[in-house]
């Protein structure tokens, strides 16, 4: 206690013991630390938040208690008198163990007669205590649960209500209250709050199955039945919703047969666009081949002029005009292909192209599935330039594949990846990245017949749709110019929004690439890496940075919060581990990003790595996040809690930063010089 040198040193050793993935070893650290000085506030609420984490509940609480950072000895709004730099959070306050142990009345009653105290009416004291407001809607929020699982359902409304009306920005608060709307069968309030929550937060996947209900409910059943859909192809795992989805459609024939009465009308109706500029040397540059779908049974394409079909030694099998409709199929390891009169035209067993000599004109394919398994799931028209090949995979189905140059494929891809609204010198550094990586994983795919996949598992590729005349420029200004590094192309990946802090391809991916992380210069931190606790904080906040400049960044991606079933985990996680009774963290990136999770069942554990955390643990935004359990009667988890910062796995370039640094006068070249620090920029053609 009396030697500050030493005392920095154990916690050092304490929050490296928790970065190095050694849980409990941290756990013992800090408890040390606390016996031998219990005033070291970033020692107490570290560990406290470690107890959170692994369910040692009633221990947080007790520690909390001690160390003086609840409600009862401290006003919720006002400074720790330990640090007084430091407001006080929800997320440090003994009562919020008494909420995740399931007890109910007991948080209620250490919350009430501060929410008393609210005042609603004063819109000028809310802008200037924001930070003071946001923690009591959060903890109106908290109340509100509480008083649901206490079976007080307009009291828990009334809190939820209480909640938006200080911060209209809530998602969780308008996702309950549309919940408990719908369970009180006013289904209007119920789509109202719904809708508002996934406006605001997207990735609160769980509103859809009930937004679905609500529609139904209102006897809107073509908008229902188009929900129900969407809500399978974003959380395909949802057997719940896959049976309501399947009664739906046995007591419903007439709507699914008008809606197959339209597609086909549009697909007649629909006409094929061409292309409004192509590139300069295509035929002597790199050509992609981009896998647009795979195992399909069936698709539906449309011409855009004079075609052949050839096979892949060049010999041409069909020819054809424009506007001509095929129905292609796979049938018993065989391509059928169907003219719109239903007659065969062709059968093959090896793979088929569709080319044009004409550059610009296109193939439109209908209906395809983008984005499985993710809250942008949907289907969707598209048009693509170049050469169409359609490649049989035994008992597998139809691989689609786009063979096009490799700037023109990237028309299409920077738009898609970034908004073509943004400032010009973002979008001339996202085609640098871009090119870069197309480069860097060419053949990636090879043994599934492609280079690089069209969706957001390389990059996202809509074709001739995503195209836009500012990204078109933007990758010509860019022309040929790539990042290197010692002689090979960079592999330049982005991600949405870093919350400000980029983390290493190595410690994400175990993968030997020169992409370090990097912090954003406005950010400061008293340790690094972080300690728990100011990891916590700096998650729970919005602190500026170039990740957080309007109108580049939506709330959602740089700052998040999302509450997952423990069921939903069990069915997403692919192995049957029993009844899930503990997530903690185990390993953390110099960012604060999750290396792996220990999932503890009572069937066996679990060890959840990298990437897959967060489809796994119930479609998180990224690995940077912190998790505590809310724990029913019987002391089994019913939830999960995270709060998180960023949206993508955060290796490389921040979009979002690369916007905000473009708008404050950065230049592309500046800015892959931020996020790429160990590459150079190479004009190589």
Same mark, same amino acid.
């Not at 506030?41 to 160390?67: I, M, P, Q, W, Y």
């Not at 195992?295 to 005009?321: A, C, H, P, V, Y």
């Not at 192995?575 to 069937?603: A, H, P, Q, Y």
């Given at each position: 206690?009396?030697?500050?040198?030493?005392?920095?040193?154990?916690?050092?050793?304490?929050?490296?013991? $928790?970065?190095?993935?050694? +849980?409990?070893?941290?756990?013992?650290?800090?408890?040390?630390i606390i016996l031998e000085d219990p005033s070291n506030s970033d020692a107490v609420l570290s560990l406290a938040?470690?107890?959170?984490?692994?369910?040692?509940?009633?221990?947080?609480?007790?520690?909390?208690?001690?160390?003086?950072?609840?409600?009862?000895?401290?006003?919720?709004?006002?400074?720790?008198?330990?640090?007084?730099?430091?407001t006080f959070s929800n997320w440090e306050d003994s009562a919020l163990p008494l909420f995740l142990s399931g007890?109910?009345?007991?948080?209620?009653?250490?919350?009430?007669?501060?929410?008393?105290?609210?005042? @609603?009416?004063?819109?000028?004291?809310?802008?200037?205590?924001?930070?003071?407001?946001?923690?009591?809607?959060?903890?109106?929020?908290?109340?509100?649960?509480?008083?649901?699982?206490?079976?007080?359902?307009?009291?828990?409304?009334?809190?939820?209500?209480?909640?938006?009306?200080?911060?209209?920005?809530?998602?969780?608060?308008?996702?309950?209250?549309?919940?408990?709307?719908?369970?009180?069968?006013?289904?209007?309030?119920?789509?109202?709050?719904?809708?508002?929550?996934?406006?605001?937060?997207?990735?609160?996947?769980?509103?859809?199955?009930?937004?679905?209900?609500?529609?139904?409910?209102?006897?809107? @059943?073509?908008?229902?039945?188009?929900?129900?859909?969407?809500?399978?192809?974003?959380?395909?795992?949802?057997?719940?919703?896959?049976?309501?989805?399947?009664?739906?459609?046995?007591?419903?024939?007439?709507?699914?047969?008008?809606?197959?009465?339209?597609?086909?009308?549009?697909?007649?109706?629909?006409?094929?666009?061409?292309?409004?500029?192509?590139?300069?040397?295509?035929?002597?540059?790199?050509?992609?081949?981009?896998?647009?779908?795979?195992?399909?049974?069936?698709?539906?394409?449309?011409? &855009?002029?004079?075609?052949?079909?050839?096979?892949?030694?060049?010999?041409?099998?069909?020819?054809?005009?424009?506007?001509?409709?095929?129905?292609?199929?796979?049938?018993?390891?065989?391509?059928?292909?169907?003219?719109?009169?239903?007659?065969?035209?062709?059968?093959?067993?090896?793979?088929?192209?569709?080319?044009?000599?004409?550059?610009?004109?296109?193939?439109?394919?209908?209906?395809?599935?983008?984005?499985? &398994?993710?809250?942008?799931?949907?289907?969707?028209?598209?048009?693509?330039?170049?050469?169409?090949? +359609?490649?049989?995979?035994?008992?597998?189905?139809?691989?689609?594949?786009?063979?096009?140059?490799?700037?023109?494929?990237?028309?299409?891809?920077?738009?898609?990846?970034?908004?073509?609204?943004?400032?010009?010198?973002?979008?001339?550094?996202?085609?640098?990245?871009?090119?870069?990586?197309?480069?860097?994983?060419?053949?990636?795919?090879?043994?599934?017949?492609?280079?690089?996949? &069209?969706?957001?598992?390389?990059?996202?590729?809509?074709?001739?749709?995503?195209?836009?005349?500012?990204?078109?420029?933007?990758?010509?200004?860019?022309?040929?110019?790539?990042?290197?590094?010692?002689?090979?192309?960079?592999?330049?990946?982005?991600?949405?929004?870093?919350?400000?802090?980029?983390?290493?391809?190595?410690?994400?991916?175990?993968?030997?690439?020169?992409?370090?992380?990097?912090?954003?210069?406005?950010?400061?931190?008293?340790?690094?890496?972080?300690?728990?606790?100011?990891?916590?904080?700096?998650?729970?906040?919005?602190?500026?940075?170039?990740?957080?400049?309007?109108?580049? $960044?939506?709330?959602?991606?740089?700052?998040?919060?999302?509450?997952?079933?423990?069921?939903?985990?069990?069915?997403?996680?692919?192995?049957?581990?029993?009844?899930?009774?503990?997530?903690?963290?185990?390993?953390?990136?110099?960012?604060?990003?999750?290396?792996?999770?220990?999932?503890? &069942?009572?069937?066996?554990?679990?060890?959840?790595?990298?990437?897959?955390?967060?489809?796994?643990?119930?479609?998180?935004?990224?690995?940077?996040?912190?998790?505590?359990?809310?724990?029913?009667?019987?002391?089994?988890?019913?939830?999960?809690?995270?709060?998180?910062?960023?949206?993508?796995?955060?290796?490389?370039?921040?979009?979002?930063?690369?916007?905000?640094?473009?708008?404050?006068?950065?230049?592309?070249?500046?800015?892959?010089?931020?996020?790429?620090?160990?590459?150079?920029?190479?004009?190589?053609?």
């Amino acid at each position: 206690k009396d030697n500050p040198a030493e005392n920095s040193i154990n916690l050092m050793t304490a929050v490296s013991a $928790y970065y190095d993935g050694d +849980f409990n070893e941290s756990v013992s650290l800090f408890e040390r630390i606390i016996l031998e000085d219990p005033s070291n506030s970033d020692a107490v609420l570290s560990l406290a938040r470690l107890f959170e984490e692994s369910g040692r509940l009633s221990e947080a609480a007790e520690l909390l208690k001690s160390g003086s950072f609840s409600s009862e000895t401290n006003n919720q709004n006002e400074p720790d008198s330990k640090d007084s730099n430091r407001t006080f959070s929800n997320w440090e306050d003994s009562a919020l163990p008494l909420f995740l142990s399931g007890n109910n009345k007991g948080y209620v009653g250490k919350t009430e007669s501060l929410i008393r105290n609210i005042t @609603l009416n004063s819109r000028d004291d809310i802008e200037q205590k924001k930070s003071q407001m946001d923690e009591l809607s959060e903890m109106l929020f908290f109340t509100g649960w509480a008083y649901q699982n206490s079976g007080e359902t307009d009291k828990a409304i009334y809190s939820f209500e209480s909640s938006i009306r200080i911060k209209d920005y809530f998602p969780l608060s308008h996702f309950a209250l549309g919940i408990l709307y719908f369970k009180n069968n006013d289904f209007d309030l119920s789509e109202k709050h719904l809708r508002t929550a996934l406006k605001q937060d997207s990735n609160i996947t769980q509103a859809r199955p009930y937004l679905a209900k609500t529609l139904l409910a209102q006897h809107r @059943l073509k908008e229902g039945y188009s929900e129900l859909q969407r809500s399978m192809a974003i959380r395909p795992w949802d057997r719940e919703t896959e049976d309501i989805l399947t009664v739906f459609e046995r007591n419903n024939p007439a709507i699914i047969k008008e809606k197959e009465e339209f597609t086909a009308k549009k697909r007649i109706s629909s006409s094929v666009p061409k292309a409004i500029s192509i590139t300069d040397g295509r035929d002597s540059m790199p050509q992609v081949r981009v896998g647009l779908a795979e195992k399909l049974s069936e698709l539906f394409i449309k011409t &855009g002029g004079d075609f052949i079909i050839i096979s892949r030694s060049g010999e041409q099998l069909l020819k054809g005009n424009n506007n001509q409709i095929y129905r292609i199929v796979f049938n018993n390891n065989y391509i059928e292909i169907f003219s719109s009169d239903n007659e065969a035209v062709l059968t093959v067993s090896k793979p088929v192209s569709l080319v044009y000599d004409n550059p610009f004109l296109t193939t439109l394919i209908f209906d395809i599935s983008h984005s499985g &398994g993710y809250q942008s799931a949907g289907q969707e028209d598209r048009a693509y330039r170049g050469r169409i090949s +359609f490649i049989p995979f035994q008992n597998n189905g139809i691989t689609i594949v786009n063979t096009l140059p490799l700037e023109e494929y990237l028309y299409s891809v920077v738009p898609s990846e970034m908004p073509s609204s943004w400032p010009e010198e973002a979008l001339a550094a996202q085609a640098v990245a871009a090119r870069s990586y197309t480069l860097a994983n060419m053949g990636k795919y090879e043994k599934r017949g492609f280079d690089l996949s &069209g969706s957001i598992h390389s990059a996202f590729y809509r074709g001739l749709s995503g195209e836009n005349i500012k990204t078109t420029a933007a990758v010509e200004k860019t022309r040929g110019l790539v990042l290197k590094h010692d002689d090979s192309y960079l592999n330049a990946f982005y991600s949405a929004n870093s919350a400000g802090r980029t983390e290493s391809a190595e410690s994400v991916w175990k993968m030997n690439a020169p992409i370090i992380g990097v912090t954003d210069p406005q950010l400061l931190f008293k340790t690094n890496p972080p300690s728990p606790s100011e990891l916590t904080r700096w998650i729970l906040s919005e602190p500026p940075s170039y990740s957080s400049i309007p109108p580049f $960044y939506y709330k959602s991606s740089y700052r998040w919060r999302i509450i997952v079933p423990r069921e939903e985990i069990e069915a997403r996680i692919g192995k049957d581990i029993g009844t899930i009774l503990r997530i903690t963290t185990r390993g953390r990136g110099m960012s604060g990003r999750v290396n792996e999770v220990l999932v503890e &069942g009572s069937k066996g554990n679990e060890i959840i790595r990298n990437d897959s955390i967060r489809n796994r643990l119930g479609g998180l935004r990224s690995n940077l996040f912190i998790v505590m359990p809310k724990m029913g009667e019987d002391m089994v988890p019913q939830f999960f809690i995270f709060a998180g910062a960023g949206w993508g796995h955060g290796v490389g370039m921040c979009q979002t930063g690369a916007a905000g640094m473009a708008s404050e006068g950065f230049s592309a070249e500046e800015i892959l010089k931020h996020y790429y620090p160990l590459a150079d920029l190479i004009n190589e053609y």
